[in-house]
């Protein structure tokens, strides 16, 4: 089992139905190629964390590295892995967009800060100790299945 995790830039700015098409697009590939991870965007940026066998991670990588939503796509890693962190999830997103709550504060402190948005980080144990903290944030609206 391995884990690829990257980084990149929407080519238009994001909001939740951009982010929303992305999803229903790949909640069932994902599913169907015994696929795992989530999606985390800002309006300037998307982080996905994708989960599965070491061929089927790679094809889904190259698929998604030439789709034209996005460019400046940075790995930050691609490590084999013992289990999921994200069983159950074809694809979850989690849109942060409008996010000026007393936790967004509290994140933008801790990972720094990016045009007002998160900034994502480009080392895997923070943005699994990141995707971590968000899903512990209680009440945000944007939070998705
Ligand atoms: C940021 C981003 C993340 C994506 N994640 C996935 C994904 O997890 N699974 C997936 O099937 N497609 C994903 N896609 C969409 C693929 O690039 C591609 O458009 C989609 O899989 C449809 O391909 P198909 O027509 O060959 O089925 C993503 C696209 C973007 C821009």
Redesign the pocket.
Known sequence: MYRLIYK?Q?TTSLNWEK?RE??V??????EA?G?T?V?L?TEHS?L?V?EGKYETVNK?FM????????SNIQLISFDLIDSRLFSGW??KGLGLFDFNTEEARMLKKKYGEDNNDIHFPLESWQVLSLINDLKMVRGLPEWRH
């Open positions: 990149s929407p982010v992305i999803l697009q790949s909640e069932q590939n994902n190629q696929i991870g999606l965007a998307f996905q994708i889904l698929k998604i590295v030439s789709d034209s939503r996005h074809g694809m």
